[in-house]
């Protein structure tokens, strides 16, 4: 099987994929299952040669060498990687030099860190040459990115800033592809771990997707204070990125094709550094917890678990029946849509419902509590409490010490609990009680 292209076989390309995808790929959109369906699972051999093919694409290319053996353990973790998001299942030919669809090797490129041959043509398959000077291929090197950069190009992909369609200059860098030439804009020095936001789409696209991947309940975590960026991709189950360990400010957004701030860069924070790949309703992450700085976190639209940890933190559950728990400190907790779950914890907490029938529990520290819309349950706790029920028929409970209560729009009702309390009832026929 060679890297044939859907316009030699008659098959028209697809006029609506979004930007981000057409900007990846060539006009004559190469790939290895052409003849198939789009988004056909496809398998590809591949293998390490020995001594330097002839061709005249690199008669002049001097200093081959093979791969070792370590080389050659990371190539296939690389390989894994775009398996792991894909249809394509690869396989290493057990006899060196015996010509699989793609070939890995080293050569001295001039002015290159590394060549792919074979996206465009019908009759040729893939050599992809690693320059001298790249001798480190271990994950979040230059090496490895050149192996991402150029197993894309061996697959199909192009580069962001070629040919017709090219990605926005604000998104041409490595924090969206791995076939970009420019670096991460807050992050310069570092380099991508896996394929990232962009590449995965594309991927996708033209081998379908690998549900089978991290398809349990999976923890995605990271030393404290780690540099990398990477791009999850997450088959099914119910999953948690936990930071709990970070130290730093941390941001996580938990939307599909969204970016994360975790860990750190040259001595501050790590900006956009994780992304979550687009997909669907099995594709997503649902829980997350912080760490012990002020931390930023955003659910979406399934039933988020969000802990913010220590830190003065901002939480905001979006859509879905989300459990929200702001831990220690002065946090700022938001339910969004849905019928949402909110713990304050200790600290001067604000907690804000918004529409569904939510309940709000402000526990310890001088609470502000909304319930907003809704038919919603406020529990002030211990602290000198403000209780606002919003629209709907709302029941509020002031708990310990001198709280202040109101109704406001519908049938409510209102206990002050322990304390000097003040209660209003506003709109409605409410039940007051002091």
């Known amino acids: 099987m060679t890297l044939q292209s859907d316009q030699n076989l008659g098959i028209q390309a697809n006029d609506d994929l979004p930007y981000y995808i057409d900007a990846l790929l060539p006009t004559s959109k190469p790939r290895w299952n052409a003849g198939s369906p789009l988004g056909t699972p496809v398998t590809i051999r591949y293998s390490f040669m020995q001594t330097k093919p002839a061709s005249s694409q690199w008669q002049d290319w001097d200093d081959f060498q093979p791969f070792t053996e370590e080389q050659k353990e990371y190539t296939r973790q690389a390989l894994e990687l775009y398996s792991d998001i894909s249809g394509i299942t690869f396989v290493e030919d057990s006899v060196p030099q015996s010509g699989g669809q793609i070939q890995f090797g080293y050569i001295d490129i ?59 200059t604000e998104e041409d860098s490595y ?42 309940n999976n923890f995605y975590s990271w030393a404290t204070d780690a540099t990398f960026i990477e791009t999850i991709w997450d088959g099914g189950g119910t999953d948690t990125i936990i930071a709990a360990n970070q130290t730093r400010n941390v941001e996580i957004n938990l939307k599909p094709g969204s970016f994360s701030s975790i860990g750190s860069y040259d001595g501050s924070n790590a900006k956009n550094n994780l992304a979550i790949a687009y997909g669907d309703q099995n594709n997503i992450i649902e829980n997350a917890i912080g760490g012990s700085g002020n931390d930023v976190i955003r659910g979406n639209n399934a039933d988020n678990e969000l802990y913010g940890s220590n830190g003065n933190d901002y939480i905001f559950g979006d859509l879905g029946g989300d459990t929200i728990s702001g831990g220690d400190g002065d946090d700022s907790l ?31 520290g001088n609470d502000t509590l909304n319930g907003s819309y809704g038919d919603d349950y406020l529990s002030g706790g211990s602290g000198n409490d403000s209780l606002l029920g919003g629209e709907g028929s709302d029941t509020l409970y002031g708990g310990n010490n001198n709280d202040y209560l109101f109704g406001d729009i519908g049938n409510d009702t209102l206990d002050g609990g322990y304390g000097s309390d003040s209660l209003y009832g506003g709109g409605g026929d409410d039940s007051v009680l002091g």
């Open 334 to 364: 938001y339910g969004g849509g849905g019928n949402d779950s909110i713990l304050g914890g200790a600290g001067d907490d604000t907690l804000n419902g918004w529409y569904g029938d939510d309940t709000l529990r402000g526990e310890s």
């Open 175 to 216: 924090q969206y592809s791995n076939m970009s030439y420019t670096e991460h804009p807050d992050m310069p020095d570092a380099r991508p771990e896996t394929p990232q936001l962009y590449d995965i789409a594309a991927i996708q696209h033209l081998y379908g997707t690998n549900n089978n991947t991290r398809s349990g």
């Open 110 to 168: 001039p002015n290159y860190g590394g060549w792919s041959t074979g996206v465009g043509s019908d009759t040729q398959n893939s050599y992809i040459w690693i320059d001298t000077n790249r001798s480190n291929l271990a994950p979040g090197t230059r090496g490895y990115y050149l192996l991402l950069h150029e197993i894309g190009h061996s697959l199909g992909l192009k580069h962001t800033f070629t040919g017709d369609s090219t990605l926005p």
